[in-house]
């Protein structure tokens, strides 16, 4: 298959803030034309794969968006969160630790 084929069979573009984000499954949806959703999961998309497909029909879509963008969901806005709330704790720590040899 060529590359041209495979856009051939897109149906359609779609931008992901029009996508509705499942935060337990971590999973991208958009209506699908035969009543079913279009399905792409958050890692699928951080790995590059740009497409999300019916599981109940032949048509798929192309899911538009910026990596930075998915920061936002899933694991990495808490560890980001995390990180952020460590910090102050470890400078902490290595001050009274430093104060304790002094």
């Known amino acids: 298959r060529t590359k041209m084929d495979e856009d051939q ?19 991208f949806t958009y209506p699908c034309p035969c009543g079913d959703l279009f399905c792409t999961s958050l890692e699928d998309l951080r790995q590059g794969n740009d497409i999300a497909f019916c599981p109940s029909c032949t048509l798929k879509v ?14 990495s806005s808490l560890q980001k969160e995390k990180q952020q709330i460590q910090l102050p704790n470890q400078q902490n720590l290595v001050l009274s630790k430093l104060e304790k040899m002094s």
Do not use: P, R
């Not at 996508?19 to 499954?25: F, I, L």
């Open 62 to 75: 192309k899911v538009i968006f910026d990596l930075d963008f998915l920061d936002q969901f899933g694991d």
């Open 9 to 27: 069979e897109i149906y359609e573009e779609v931008e992901i803030e029009d996508m509705e984000y499942n935060e337990e499954s971590q999973i």
